[in-house]
């Protein structure tokens, strides 16, 4: 059976740590990006640590896509997952079969999740 895992993506509150995009003049793609918010990536056992080393897009099309990479415990072997449940940075939680985390023999944890919501948030996020 496979483990269901609800990763939380938190939205650092201080101001210089998120940084919000918006595309002008009729620029379909993308609409808005996040960088450097915490993310919860799997370490090589399974557990979850938290990352600022992160990225999440979102296209006027309403895919998001968030990547989050960090350091975890080096090993002897790859570990990879997929198919759990992502906290997204504008859109929710997404179920996408096609969200993975992989561990590699150094440590380093990438984790890819996808969402396909209605599109470009109505309220803007970011520093002023």
Not at 44 to 72: M, N, P, W
Not at 92 to 98: I, M, N, Q, R, Y
């Amino acid at each position: 059976m496979k483990k269901f895992v609800l990763l939380f993506v938190l939205a650092a509150a201080v101001a210089s740590s998120v940084a919000i995009t918006s595309a002008s003049g009729g620029t379909p793609n993308p609409v808005a990006t996040a960088t450097g918010f915490a993310c919860n990536v799997f370490d090589r056992d399974g557990s979850l640590f938290t990352t600022f080393q992160s990225t999440s897009t979102l296209y006027a099309s309403g895919k998001e896509v968030l990547h989050c990479i960090g350091q975890g415990t080096p090993g002897d072997t790859i570990v990879t997952q997929s198919g759990f449940a992502c906290g997204m940075f504008f859109d929710g939680v997404s179920t996408d079969p096609a969200n993975s985390s992989r561990v590699g023999r150094d440590g380093e944890s990438q984790l890819w999740c996808f969402a396909h919501g209605v599109g470009a948030p109505t309220s803007s996020v970011g520093a002023q």
